[in-house]
């Protein structure tokens, strides 16, 4: 039996609704620097990612793309594992919502809390949209319509089932504040739990939906999914083992040592998540860690010019260690990031390739010069080599707390202060003219040596940010394995005594900063150039052929009064009379279009507008900020049909 002391982190798992992009990086790869760290120090890790899969939205993503839901987030779920294993995260199990054994433990986690009288059903009151069979919040709403199709909402109510997260105020306020546990960083958030959410009262949560299907059902009542967090939240527990057959690491590795997350979502995971296992009498987390966003200029991610931030292209162009480093070092503890690629040349020229690729370099390039790559056992020490190793004893503890507290980006500046000090002394030492005298070779071969072995210490505290290039540099500077370990770190001088070091690739190449982003910019499309909505994803034959679209010709056209947008027609289908609306106002006078032939969807829902139905629509196609409707010659007749 191993005696290892077990360790369990976790990332949230991430919405399949779009491609994985730079944001859920950053998270993923501060577990993974936390997962290699203490497996090097010796633990047994449980490093868990996945994906939360259920829900209205995917429901809704999958419908538009003409798939199954299933077949949508199967999609999704491969592009999240193709970026992680191209960053090289380290994860030891991938939850899906949907993996079977999930799905069991939810339901039966459900039942659980319902035996024990934390979940009852009630009635669940909303603003509903009727068309779109969707419920809404008040915030929700966009000038008090649905925030989908624009139309109004009505009061309406759903049965649906509660958890009595109103039961745990204060014990979930205790938890909050003990000094001791520290359940909670960064400390700021946890008034914002307190003042925002306990004080003004905790709210029983919704746990049940009928609205729609794209869930885990409720075993004992037909018709009722697991609205999202109950069945979110489990997968720290089912993904162990609790509650099925498919894993037996529930005992080992609960309590998890630390979730992760942004800000966002902290509420979720200090409230909700707690009152749960507090309801199931399971042992609480020891600590939630919610980070700041990386944010993108104007806060959206877009392929606005020069700012192509696809991890994919990224790290291919720049080097996976490179993107790493630059995401981990660039976000603060607790604040907000920006991304720009901009940023991100600038640090790896001036850390990576200046500081760290440079001094690797310079040293190795001298060892090969003046001692043909082999330091001679002869050294000669002194007291001003203190300076730079005084500072590098005091990494190694210091960058295990703050790498597992996720205060990596401090961690990393303190090791490249470390690298500069390096740097310095070697220009303070001159090793250049320490070589013009024979006599001064064992003091010349004391600071290459220092050199190499500062190198060697910094490079293993920096390996689980780095996990690709630091082997490459324990190769150049002549690094064995047992001395590249987590604990030898902290030791002086562990390099051996006549190392031989070897001449390998340039680690990080600079990057020409403006000649990149011009690159990046060719890359993308200028966004005048892009069409103003992206393509659409592939749909099925059947939603096409489900649409019935005819030449129809206009009768009669006229202006809705009060409305600039909106044209009243009145169109013969061939079949007969209808009347449509259209918003095409502003680009044509009614006259104009009078007897004109046009392309239409005539098996639309009618649909109300300005107090008129509108049966179908007309169709019209973008022509910069206009729109022009589609029109055929009068050879084609009426109710001819376009396919
Ligand atoms: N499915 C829920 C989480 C359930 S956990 C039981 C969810 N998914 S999400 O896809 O929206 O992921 C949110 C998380 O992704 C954030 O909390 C953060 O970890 C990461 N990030 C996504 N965008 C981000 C940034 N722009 N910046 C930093 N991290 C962000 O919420």
Redesign the pocket.
């Given at each position: 039996m191993s005696e290892k002391k077990p360790f369990y982190i976790t990332?949230?798992?991430?919405?399949?609704?779009g491609n994985p992009?730079?944001?859920?990086c950053?998270?993923?790869l501060a577990c993974d620097v936390v997962a290699r760290m203490k497996r090097m120090q010796g633990f047994d890790v449980m490093f868990l990612t996945g994906?939360?899969e259920h829900g209205q939205k995917i429901e809704d993503k999958a419908k538009e793309a003409g798939v199954t839901p299933q077949e949508y987030v199967d999609g999704i779920v491969a592009n999240f594992k193709k970026l992680w294993e191209l960053l090289g995260i380290s994860y030891d199990r991938y939850i899906r919502t949907t993996d079977p054994y999930h799905v069991e433990s939810v339901q039966k986690i459900f039942k659980e809390l319902y035996d024990r009288g934390y979940i009852y059903k009630g009635e669940y009151k909303g603003k509903y949209c009727k068309p779109c069979e969707s419920f809404w919040t008040e915030s929700q709403l966009v000038d008090g319509k649905c925030p989908d199709c624009g139309r109004e909402c009505v009061d309406a109510s759903e049965e649906a089932y509660f958890f009595k997260l109103s039961d745990f105020s204060d014990r979930l306020e205790k938890l909050l504040t003990d000094e001791e546990l520290n359940f909670l960083e960064p400390k700021s958030r946890v008034n914002e739990m307190i003042n925002n959410f306990i004080k003004p009262g905790l709210q029983d949560l919704c746990v049940s939906r009928t609205s729609f299907t794209w869930g885990v059902p409720v075993t004992f009542d037909p018709g009722h999914v697991v609205y999202?967090?109950i069945d979110?939240?489990s997968?720290?527990i089912t993904a162990l083992g609790y509650d099925n057959s498919e894993y037996d690491d529930f005992s080992k590795f609960w309590p998890a040592d630390i979730h992760?997350?942004?800000?966002?979502?902290i509420r979720?995971?200090t409230l909700i998540?707690p009152a749960m296992l507090m309801a199931l009498d399971l042992p609480l987390p020891k600590k939630v860690v919610?980070?700041?966003?990386?944010?993108?200029g104007g806060g959206k991610?877009s392929k606005s010019s020069g700012n192509v931030i696809d991890p994919f292209v990224l790290s291919e162009r720049y080097g996976v260690d490179s993107l790493r480093y630059h995401l981990l070092r660039e976000?603060p503890f607790g604040a907000?990031a920006p991304y720009t690629n901009e940023m991100m040349f600038n640090r790896i020229n001036c850390d990576l390739a200046n500081d760290l690729g440079n001094l690797v370099s310079r040293t190795v390039a001298m060892a090969i010069k003046y001692f043909d790559g082999t330091l001679p056992v002869d050294k000669e020490f002194n007291d001003s080599d203190e300076e730079l190793l005084k500072m590098t004893d005091e990494l190694p503890s210091f960058v295990a707390e703050n790498y597992e507290s996720l205060h990596i980006s401090d961690a990393l500046d303190k090791i490249f202060r470390v690298i500069a000090r390096a740097n310095k002394y070697i220009d303070e030492n001159e090793p250049w003219v320490l070589a013009k005298d024979e006599a001064k070779k064992p003091r010349l071969a004391a600071v290459l040596y220092n050199l190499l072995d500062t190198v060697r210490r910094c490079s293993i505290l920096l390996s689980p940010v780095m996990p690709h290039i630091c082997p490459e540099i324990y190769e150049q500077i002549g690094a064995c394995e047992c001395c590249t370990k987590w604990e030898a770190a902290s030791e002086r001088h562990a390099l051996k005594a006549d190392v031989t070091v070897q001449k390998g690739r340039v680690l990080f190449p600079r990057i020409d900063v403006e000649k990149e982003i011009a690159e990046l910019d060719a890359l993308s499309p200028k966004k005048a150039d892009l069409p103003e909505e992206p393509l659409k994803p592939l749909t099925k034959f059947d939603n096409f052929a489900a649409l019935d679209l005819r030449a129809v010709k206009v009768l009669s056209c006229e202006k809705v009064k009060k409305s600039d947008k909106l044209l009243l027609f009145k169109v013969d289908d061939g079949f007969g009379e209808r009347q449509v609306l259209s918003g095409i106002a502003k680009y044509y006078e009614p006259e104009d279009l009078i007897g004109k032939t046009l392309a239409m969807i005539v098996n639309l829902e009618p649909r109300k507008m300005m107090g008129y139905e509108s049966n179908g629509m007309i169709m019209s196609v973008r022509d910069g900020d206009k729109f022009r409707v589609v029109e055929f010659g009068d050879d084609i007749k009426p109710g001819a049909d376009i396919s």
């Open positions: 990332t949230p798992i991430y919405y399949p609704s992009h730079i944001g859920h950053y998270t993923t994906t939360d999202v967090w979110a939240l997968n720290y992760v997350m942004a800000k966002e979502i979720f995971h998540w919610g980070h700041g966003w990386i944010t993108f991610m976000m907000d």
